[in-house]
């Protein structure tokens, strides 16, 4: 059976807690964002006012984009609305966003959907071969100092890192780029960002996602305007009997922060600790789609997990665009974000602390695998 491996957790042993939020909406963000510069107030203390927020609709990057024109942010509220937008991500936009435009007539959305079916089927196959870079920017609150009675709390998301991925395009497939060296030894294992990962961006992913949709639930949903124009997007709902949704998590109490060697040995019968989870729960999320070609220009997956587990969330947003390989353009990943809440056990403590991380994924460098050869018929004299 094919399961959709889309993410492996590893947590090493932490003490945060996650702070009150206080829900507002996007017009709502802006009125606060215009106070605190009517006020005068600096960089630090209009971060430490949104980091306390947490947003009721998405915050789009167009969206996003002009209230940086107008704010002119600092370094730091700029972070703080860039996390939260991200943590936005699987909300609906602002009604005032949506596109007044009649849904399609059943008809049309079959044929939107047999044009995506296409799309994953067989353009995405068609791709050459190329290598890319992933490049992952994690944040988390995590503490970041320690005190003479353990770890002081931290609240505030905050950047735990830069991690940078060869991704190896060959055949159809994505595989993993390890090459041996001129002596022939083996390749360290670089670091990886603790938290949500996700593999299959490249077609597989989107292929299991369809399947399993189409054995659960799939409807039309609305109209959204992008920049190029329309998307149609469609909602999805897959139960656990159709799940391919394959969830690896697994907590090492230590207290240690050096993690990628257990984020690289997780397994289905991995057994380090009873505060883990191995299963393939259900999900939804939406189908974001070129009504005109059927292309996905963009897929969330959202796991159904419950409260009492262990990681209590976990989601996916990829971002799909026009890329240049090899002179032709392509559509290929070039964005994601994955976000995870899990709990965490510190030591002595009772009560399990909340650990939350956002993984930011940009991919670029995209270099298509190829050779020239030229004949030259005509021998120069010496």
Same mark, same amino acid.
């Given at each position: 059976?094919?399961?959709?491996?889309?993410?492996?957790?590893?947590?090493?042993?932490?003490?945060?807690?996650?702070?009150?939020?206080?829900?507002?909406?996007?017009?709502?963000?802006?009125?606060?964002?215009?106070?605190?510069?009517?006020?005068?107030?600096?960089?630090?203390?209009?971060?430490?006012?949104?980091?306390?927020?947490?947003?009721?609709?998405?915050?789009? &990057?167009?969206? /996003? +984009? %002009?209230?940086?024109?107008?704010?002119?942010?600092? !370094? *730091?509220?700029?972070?703080?609305?860039?996390? @939260?937008?991200?943590?936005?991500?699987?909300?609906?936009?602002?009604?005032?966003?949506?596109?007044?435009?009649?849904?399609?007539?059943?008809?049309?959305?079959?044929?939107?959907?047999?044009?995506?079916?296409?799309?994953?089927?067989?353009?995405?196959?068609?791709?050459?071969?190329?290598?890319?870079?992933?490049?992952?920017?994690?944040?988390?609150?995590?503490?970041?100092?320690?005190?003479?009675?353990?770890?002081?709390?931290?609240?505030?998301?905050?950047?735990?890192?830069?991690?940078?991925?060869?991704?190896?395009?060959?055949?159809? &497939?994505?595989? /993993? +780029? %390890?090459?041996?060296?001129?002596?022939?030894?083996? !390749? *360290?294992?670089?670091?990886?960002?603790?938290? @949500?990962?996700?593999?299959?961006?490249?077609?597989?992913?989107?292929?299991?996602?369809?399947?399993?949709?189409?054995?659960?639930?799939?409807?039309?949903?609305?109209?959204?305007?992008?920049?190029?124009?329309?998307?149609?997007?469609?909602?999805?709902?897959?139960?656990?009997?159709?799940?391919?949704?394959?969830?690896?998590?697994?907590?090492?109490?230590?207290?240690?922060?050096?993690?990628?060697?257990?984020?690289?040995?997780?397994?289905?019968?991995?057994?380090?600790?009873?505060?883990?989870?191995?299963?393939?729960?259900?999900?939804?999320?939406?189908?974001?789609?070129?009504?005109?070609?059927?292309?996905?220009?963009?897929?969330?997956?959202?796991?159904?997990?419950?409260?009492?587990?262990?990681?209590?969330?976990?989601?996916?947003?990829?971002?799909?665009?026009?890329?240049?390989?090899?002179?032709?353009?392509?559509?290929?990943?070039?964005?994601?974000?994955?976000?995870?809440?899990?709990?965490?056990?510190?030591?002595?403590?009772?009560?399990?602390?909340?650990?939350?991380?956002?993984?930011?994924?940009?991919?670029?460098?995209?270099?298509?695998?190829?050779?020239?050869?030229?004949?030259?018929?005509?021998?120069?004299?010496?």
């Amino acid at each position: 059976m094919r399961k959709l491996i889309l993410f492996v957790m590893s947590l090493a042993m932490i003490t945060p807690c996650v702070a009150a939020e206080h829900s507002v909406t996007v017009e709502q963000l802006k009125q606060m964002l215009a106070a605190q510069q009517t006020a005068g107030k600096n960089d630090g203390d209009r971060a430490q006012q949104l980091n306390s927020l947490e947003l009721t609709e998405q915050l789009t &990057q167009p969206t /996003l +984009d %002009r209230i940086t024109t107008e704010f002119k942010p600092g !370094p *730091k509220t700029a972070l703080s609305l860039k996390l @939260l937008a991200d943590s936005s991500a699987f909300l609906e936009p602002p009604s005032g966003e949506l596109l007044d435009k009649v849904p399609p007539a059943v008809a049309e959305q079959r044929a939107m959907m047999k044009s995506a079916i296409n799309f994953i089927g067989v353009t995405l196959h068609q791709m050459p071969d190329f290598l890319a870079t992933r490049l992952t920017d994690s944040y988390d609150n995590t503490p970041l100092s320690v005190t003479h009675s353990g770890w002081a709390p931290h609240t505030d998301l905050h950047s735990a890192g830069t991690f940078s991925q060869h991704i190896v395009y060959r055949n159809g &497939q994505e595989v /993993l +780029d %390890r090459q041996q060296d001129s002596s022939g030894a083996k !390749p *360290k294992n670089e670091p990886t960002p603790a938290g @949500l990962t996700s593999i299959g961006e490249f077609g597989p992913a989107l292929g299991i996602i369809l399947s399993d949709a189409s054995k659960g639930i799939l409807k039309w949903s609305h109209w959204e305007q992008s920049t190029a124009g329309p998307v149609a997007i469609f909602h999805y709902e897959v139960p656990p009997a159709a799940s391919h949704y394959w969830v690896n998590y697994c907590c090492v109490r230590s207290s240690s922060s050096d993690v990628s060697d257990a984020a690289a040995s997780v397994l289905p019968d991995l057994n380090l600790s009873s505060n883990s989870y191995h299963g393939t729960p259900s999900y939804h999320g939406n189908l974001y789609l070129d009504p005109t070609t059927g292309a996905v220009l963009r897929v969330t997956v959202v796991s159904d997990l419950k409260p009492s587990d262990p990681i209590m969330r976990a989601a996916i947003s990829v971002q799909y665009g026009p890329v240049e390989i090899g002179g032709k353009s392509y559509i290929c990943p070039v964005h994601s974000i994955a976000i995870s809440l899990t709990k965490s056990h510190s030591g002595g403590e009772k009560s399990d602390r909340e650990v939350l991380r956002i993984n930011e994924v940009s991919f670029t460098d995209y270099h298509r695998f190829g050779s020239t050869t030229r004949i030259i018929t005509d021998v120069p004299t010496q």
